[in-house]
Structure formats: C-alpha cells, structure tokens
C-alpha cells in the first residue's frame, strides 16, 4: 500500500501503529517519529527512514518548504513480499542484522531511481501485481546492499492474515464470524487465535477503518461524509467520534 500525504496544517498522532514494514520519505516539511527510546526527525527529501512492521510511533507532521506544505510517501511492504525477499536472496539478508524498529538511509541516486520504480508502479494501472511485486523486492535487495534488512516473517500470522482480509474492504460491515468463514476457520478459534497474538477483532478493524480514514482525508479531496462512508460508518457523526478518540482531533483538522 502507498500513500502519498499532502497536508496544510500541523497534524499530530499519538500511538500510530505500522501494521507492516514501511519505508518513509519526506518531499516537503519535517516529520518527526517518537518510539520512546529513540526519535526520528526527517526534514530532508534525500533521506529514507525504515520503520519495522509493528512499531508504535507519536508521530508529528509539520509543513515546510516554500510551498507550507507536508508531503511525504508513505509505502507499506506486507509480509509476503518480505518472504519472498528471503526466498530468493537469504544470502544478502544475512549479512545486516535484521531493524528492531527504525532505521536512517541515505537517498543515493540509485536507491531513489530504484524507490521511483517501485512508485511508479504503484501509480499505473497497467502494472500487474507480479510485477509490482518484483519491483518491490528489488527495492529490498537494493535496501540490503546499504545494510538495512526488514525482520523476516516467521509465518503469515493469524493478524496479518486478517489485516489482509480486512484492508481492501474497510467499509464492508465485518463482523468476526464473517471474517472466520473468510478464514476458513470457526469464529471461536478465530478469536482464541487473535487472542495469543494479543488482537482483539474490534480494535483491529477499528484502527484499520481510522488508519485508511486518515489516508483518505490526507490525499483526497473527498467530503467528511464520503470518507465516513468508504471507512465502514453509514453515520457521519458516529465516525467523527471514533476519529477524535483514536486521533486525538476531528476530521476536518487532520487535512
């Protein structure tokens, strides 16, 4: 998934969560990333930062530059991609320790005609999947060669194969026994097994309805209710609430 902010005013989010591993660039503005032991500032478009699946950040964006605006890309790599990573180059990944949650890079010529690619793709209709996929592990093989490796994916875990059920279809009314037949699994053992892993089905599905809200306020000039709609609420003011809970701050100011 990319996604590519353009904001107008100041935007800070407490405890946002990276559903997967994520590569960040900031074109306009300053970004800043606060995990609690370290903080990240970006402020600079020749500098990627990856950011480990699963890391919880209090994130800051900030316009900038001549135009007083933030624009970043945002790029999600999911777990499948990062096994096939491994499949077919477990040798270049052995050689850098795996990130533990976030990591700085130097946006070299190369490494950015190689991101472009991958963007590129991402932005044509023609592209299929195979091949986007391709070009997305080619940008792991060219992160590895500069000494940054994403933690391989033990298996497809019980939240990442929900996640990946649940994203393309936000605004779907999912319930937990939809989402077991899905699965192929009975709703008990559906939540027994989110439950090991610490998930709730309700608080997942929630941050990915705000999560996809976000991105939809933040690259779109969709209305309050057209955003409400397309994140799974029928009711404009019930989404305006779950949003400020989640954010911290109404809809209309996240734009």
């Not at 402020?43 to 800051?60: E, N």
């Not at 019930?238 to 400020?244: I, M, Y």
């Amino acid at each position: 998934m990319m996604a590519q902010p353009l904001l107008r005013r100041e935007q800070a989010v407490c405890g946002f969560q990276f559903f997967d591993a994520t590569l960040l660039l900031v074109r306009s503005g300053t970004l800043t990333l606060d995990i609690g032991a370290t903080q990240q500032l970006l402020d600079a478009p020749l500098t990627l930062l990856a950011v480990a699946q699963h890391t919880r950040a209090d994130v800051r964006k900030t316009p900038g530059g001549e135009e007083r605006v933030f624009r970043s890309t945002f790029l999600a790599l999911p777990p499948e991609v990062i096994l096939e990573f491994y499949k077919q180059y477990e040798s270049e990944a052995a050689l850098s320790s795996p990130l533990s949650s976030t990591q700085r890079l130097d946006l070299d010529t190369q490494l950015a005609d190689t991101l472009d690619y991958c963007v590129r793709g991402m932005l044509a209709a023609q592209v299929s999947d195979r091949e986007q996929r391709h070009r997305l592990v080619g940008l792991l093989l060219a992160l590895a060669e500069r000494g940054c490796v994403f933690p391989r994916p033990s298996v497809l875990q019980i939240g990442d194969r929900l996640k990946g059920l649940l994203s393309p279809a936000p605004q779907r009314r999912w319930t937990t026994a939809m989402a077991a037949q899905e699965l192929a699994m009975s709703e008990a053992t559906l939540r027994r097994r989110l439950a090991s892993e610490n998930l709730r089905f309700e608080t997942l599905l929630l941050d990915i309805r705000m999560h996809h809200a976000m991105t939809l306020l933040q690259t779109t000039a969709w209305s309050i209710p057209q955003i409400a709609e397309a994140s799974g609420y029928q009711a404009s003011s019930r989404f305006a609430s779950r949003f400020r809970e989640r954010f911290g701050c109404p809809p209309s100011r996240a734009r």
